[in-house]
T-cell receptor, first 112, second 109 residues
Framework: DADVTQTPRNRITKTGKRIMLECSQT?????MYWYRQDPGLGLQLIYY???????NKGEISDGYSVSRQAQAKFSLSLESAIPNQTALYFC???????????FGEGSRLTVL | AQRVTQPEKLLSVFKGAPVELKCNYS??????LFWYVQYSRQRLQLLLR??SRESIKGFTADLNKGETSFHLKKPFAQEEDSAMYYC???????????FGQGTELSVKP
């Protein structure tokens, strides 16, 4: 089945460390997204990419960067992690015409 | 600017009772509205979208442009409806999807 895969699924790190979360998809979609989920705040858009050469900031991009290595790969980096970046991170892809998002299983990041 | 507001963090009802999860939006153009659901230990998934005007798992949602609302309704809640529900908006230029804060629905036996 075409899918959206995130790695790692869980990560504990220390303040100041560099962290990369990776996302790959086999759905053939051009559009990819990174969201952050926090209790009470819902899903907030960090970055999105509508094709390999297109990168856009979302609602909360400060402290994050992304790389779109190929149509199928979209990585999220925290250059210097801080405790308030502790959250559940979701990658998603979408089809342009329907707008439906297909989510990965999430990457739980804890910054101590 | 796009904005989605779900005023209730938690909604608790008994099995068989009607359910209404509220969603209000702010957008100057003609938006596309969606409801996504996250069941325990499952991925976020699309529940329904206003364009298709369909009923999924007994849920319906009507876009009210006058009140800028897209409330999710079900006449008789079931225990398996317990989940996190997110309302989302996409602008009329087919852009990014913005989510609300989410409402946790708890259906008690």
């Amino acid at each position: 089945d075409a899918d959206v895969t995130q790695t790692p699924r869980n990560r504990i790190t220390k303040t100041g460390k560099r962290i990369m979360l990776e996302c790959s998809q086999t759905k053939g979609h051009d559009r990819m997204y990174w969201y952050r989920q926090d209790p009470g705040l819902g899903l907030q858009l960090i970055y999105y990419s509508f094709d390999v050469k297109d990168i856009n900031k979302g609602e909360i991009s400060d402290g994050y960067s992304v790389s779109r290595q190929a149509q199928a790969k979209f990585s999220l980096s925290l250059e210097s992690a801080i405790p308030n970046q502790t959250a559940l991170y979701f990658c998603a892809t979408s089809d342009y015409y329907t707008g439906e998002l297909f989510f990965g299983e999430g990457s739980r990041l804890t910054v101590l | 600017a796009q904005r989605v507001t779900q005023p209730e963090k938690l909604l608790s009802v008994f099995k068989g009772a009607p359910v209404e999860l509220k969603c209000n939006y702010s957008y100057s153009g003609s938006p596309e509205l969606f409801w996504y659901v996250q069941y325990s230990r499952q991925r976020l998934q699309l529940l329904l979208r206003h364009i298709s005007r369909e009923s999924i798992k007994g849920f319906t949602a009507d876009l009210n442009k006058g009140e800028t609302s897209f409330h999710l309704k079900k006449p008789f809640a079931q225990e398996e409806d317990s989940a996190m529900y997110y309302c989302a908006l996409r602008g009329n230029q087919g852009g990014k999807l913005i989510f609300g804060q989410g409402t946790e629905l708890s259906v008690k036996p």
